[in-house]
């Protein structure tokens, strides 16, 4: 796959990389378009924290490639779009439902690679 990396803040990289293996729980998206955030801007600038090297890109969307064990919400082929957001499911807004209150939410395309390639693991 190709996927535009930020090496360290205030660099882009196009690189050619192996294309990911979903995990279990995980499908693999194929990347039909992926929006320029201002939170994108921010990582690019080192002024947002972020875990780097890291292909960023937060919004996108795109088509189902492969699927991970344990998947059975969507197939490959299906057309999706992407909740970046990854809360812990065990703190104590999680436990209540107010999940975008996580103490502990990461996010794709922040703390792990995102939008900004060809393909996602989501």
């Known amino acids: 796959m190709l996927a ?3 090496p360290v803040p205030g660099s882009c990289e196009i ?3 192996e294309d990911p293996i979903p995990g279990e729980g995980e499908v693999l998206v194929r ?3 992926c929006g320029v955030c201002g939170t994108d801007v921010h990582i690019y600038r080192g002024q947002f924290p972020a875990r780097f090297p890291l292909i960023a890109g937060h919004e996108f969307s795109g088509i189902v490639h492969a699927i991970g064990s344990d998947v059975t919400s969507v197939q490959p082929g ?3 779009t992407i909740d970046p957001n990854i809360p812990c499911g065990l703190c104590r807004p999680c436990r209540h439902g107010l999940t975008h209150l996580c103490r502990n939410l990461r996010a794709i395309g922040v703390d792990r690679d995102g939008g900004f390639a060809t ?3 989501c």
Request: aromatic share 6%.
């Open 4 to 6: 535009a990396v930020f």
């Open 15 to 17: 690189v050619q990389r």
């Open 31 to 33: 990347v039909r378009a």
């Open 78 to 80: 299906d057309r999706v």
């Open 119 to 121: 393909h996602c693991p």
